[in-house]
């Protein structure tokens, strides 16, 4: 046997040894799927204390003060608008503070003229795209923050994550690896095997997300593969033609991209 040694030579106390001539036993599909379950497991319940006391994120609630700054408006304005009952009446907390969902808050922005949703007959939406040659620069930090001031603000928005890391996704609450199925990214319309982008809400009203996962790190393979045998296919269209049927439902697209 051989033991098991520091990085300057000497045995390490209580350390086991290494018999050089024992063969680790190999791993069978079994023992790999078992691995894979525990740490899907793991993930789920790290996951779980993150975010009590919910399972799930929620978009906390805003007072008076907050929405009338929101919406640009005095707190008067919106009072009077409660005494009348022609506004949504929000919730008392304690200390008689009133909050207001952002659901709410979009209501009452409605309800006094306020929204600043495009007409689609005569204005484009915005589209962003957050691009950088290199990672961990914040692109993902800009594309969520932007998405969100855009939604708070009463834009319909929709976010789209374009990144394998899925990073956008994760920060919406989501498991790209096990609540993110293949066919609810871009990928596969990317490909060419579907026809329409994956749309799906997020704990934010008025903003919704196409998620991403790891697959997606075969769309550049995918767009290029496409260029020979779909005749007049542009691989720098893709996107755009898949966001032509959805933009009129929205006023901002905000586009996280991989390096």
Known sequence: TVP???DD??????????????????????????LADQAADILAKAREAALEPNARKTLRKFSLTEVAALLGVSTKTIQRGLKTGELPAGERAPGNRLLFSLE????????LGLSP????????????????????VGKTSTTVHLAQYFALRGYRTL?????????LTTLFG?????????????????????T???VRKTHWPRLDLIPANLSLYGAEFALANRQNPEGGFRFYRALSLGLEPILANYDVVVIDTPP
């Open 174 to 194: 989501l498991l790209p690896d096990s609540e993110v199925p293949t066919e609810e990214t871009a990928l596969p319309f990317l490909e060419g095997s579907a």
């Open 9 to 34: 030579g000497r045995a390490r106390p209580g350390a086991a040894s290494v018999d050089p001539g024992t063969r680790i036993p190999r791993a069978s599909v079994t023992d790999v799927e078992r």
């Open 159 to 167: 976010a789209i994550d374009l990144d394998a890391q899925a990073s």
């Open 104 to 111: 709410e808050m979009h209501a009452l922005q409605d309800r």
């Open 117 to 136: 949703a495009r007409d689609p007959a005569t204005d484009k939406p915005v589209i962003l795209a957050i691009a950088n040659f290199k990672g961990g």
């Open 196 to 198: 329409t982008l994956p």
């Open 4 to 6: 098991v040694r520091q």
